[in-house]
């Protein structure tokens, strides 16, 4: 943790504040059963909003990428890797600790009418490995945070587009060679993971783990994509940008032919995604090679547009709600994984049994108040709401918690 009075890109931390804010509140609905259409995944093909956050995150991932290693002036060193590997390891592990903490607060509940000692339910609780999900959301951004760094220290950058396409490509022939379209425990993706990682140790999803072994591969080439996006960003001439602070414009043509070149970028990944898309579907949950061009394409759509009204045009009153999800993201995000932990786990006393604290507000208090879907979309807005009050307190004492 550091106190720190860096200007930062305000587009991108708003950016970034609005995909956390948005996979918090998409992933905690009052109820799984009434979510509204937009709120929820595509089945299978397909695009929602909510398909939109994570990829947009992991696309922010990579520019950020690039700017926290312009430090090294991208070459290769044995202190570089160290940091870099260790970044890895720790985002992977908080994974992981986050899956352990919700296996321990289930198991716990789960042996409560058990005629057992206190440490024997505790012994159990605690020894879940063998179940435990393996790979997850924070798992992912850190394998494809780890491979994109590496990447950028070794590889001609002229180079990366090359290794983009080829990972692409590569990825989907074998989708297409091994099943990878089918919605069932005989596509590739499946059998790889089950072979690998075991049964027990993946996602519930028809055998179909969204963040598992094979589709980070695309994964990967997402997040190279952003950092070809950052390198266009951030490589200015007769503009300094630090930590993307737009300041000293000396040629206001200049900016505007790079925010140009950035929703062209932005329009031509978007069409030839959708154009594919008769051939290769958009699907999120394989991470098929459509759903990255059309959400980089998006992403670096929305982002030009973010800049444009942000820092060139100085409309900013409004983004400070997003900022302070922005400054401080994986910490805020796992912050929010653990307080739905607990809220899903803490028993109390409802209408003559015993439920969850999160059952407890939406059944008892929002549902009755607002009904069924109002309640539950109200449960995430107010979670939303929580995690952003904490959020806040950190970004108004300027401290960043990196991880």
Not at 87 to 109: D, E, H, K, P
Not at 190 to 197: E, F, H, N, T
Not at 210 to 218: K, V
Not at 333 to 344: D, F, I, N, R, S
């Amino acid at each position: 943790m550091n106190k720190t009075t860096s200007k930062r890109l305000l587009a991108l931390d708003i950016l970034r504040g609005i995909t956390i804010a948005g996979m918090i509140m998409v992933n905690n609905p009052g109820s799984w059963s009434y979510v509204y259409a937009p709120l929820g995944h595509a089945q299978w093909n397909g695009l929602t909003p909510t398909d939109l956050v994570f990829p947009f995150f992991m696309f922010i991932m990579g520019i950020s990428t690039y700017i926290s290693l312009r430090k090294y002036n991208f070459e290769f060193s044995h202190s570089a890797a160290l940091k870099i590997l260790k970044r890895t390891i720790v985002i992977f592990a908080i994974g992981l600790g986050l899956a352990w903490f919700s296996m321990f607060c289930r198991t716990w509940n789960s042996l409560s009418a058990e005629e057992i000692s206190f440490f024997s339910r505790l012994g159990q609780s605690i020894w879940t490995f063998d179940h435990i999900r393996i790979l997850g959301v924070m798992q992912r951004l850190a394998l494809c945070y780890g491979a994109t760094a590496i990447v950028a220290l070794t590889m001609k950058h002229k180079h990366i587009p090359y290794l983009i396409a080829t990972l692409l490509i590569g990825y989907f022939i074998l989708l297409v060679t091994g099943n990878g379209f089918e919605y069932n425990s005989t596509n590739i993706l499946s059998v790889v993971d089950r072979a690998v990682l075991g049964e027990a140790h993946m996602y519930k999803d028809n055998g179909i783990d969204p963040e598992g072994l094979l589709s980070t591969i695309p994964a990967i080439a997402h997040v190279l994509i952003g950092f070809c996006v950052g390198k266009l960003l951030m490589e200015v001439k007769d503009i300094n940008v630090y930590y993307g602070l737009i300041h000293a414009l000396r040629d206001v043509k200049d900016i505007n032919e790079k925010l140009g070149r950035l929703f062209l970028i932005g329009t031509i990944l978007t069409f030839l995604g959708f154009l594919l898309s008769y051939g290769c579907p958009i699907n999120k949950k394989i991470w098929s090679p459509t759903y990255v061009l059309v959400t980089c394409g998006l992403g670096s759509s929305f982002l030009a547009l973010l800049i444009w009204i942000i820092d060139v045009k100085g409309y900013k009153s409004w983004s400070r709600f997003f900022e302070s999800f922005g400054v401080n993201p994986l910490f805020i995000y796992v912050m929010a994984g653990v307080l739905a932990v607990l809220l899903g786990n803490i028993r109390v006393s409802f209408d003559g049994t015993t439920t969850s604290l999160h059952s407890y507000i939406y059944k008892g208090i929002l549902q009755p108040l607002l009904g069924d879907y109002p309640g539950s979309l109200a449960f995430a807005l107010l979670f939303v709401a929580l995690n952003w009050s904490i959020g806040y307190i950190l970004y108004k004492k300027k401290i960043y918690i990196k991880i």
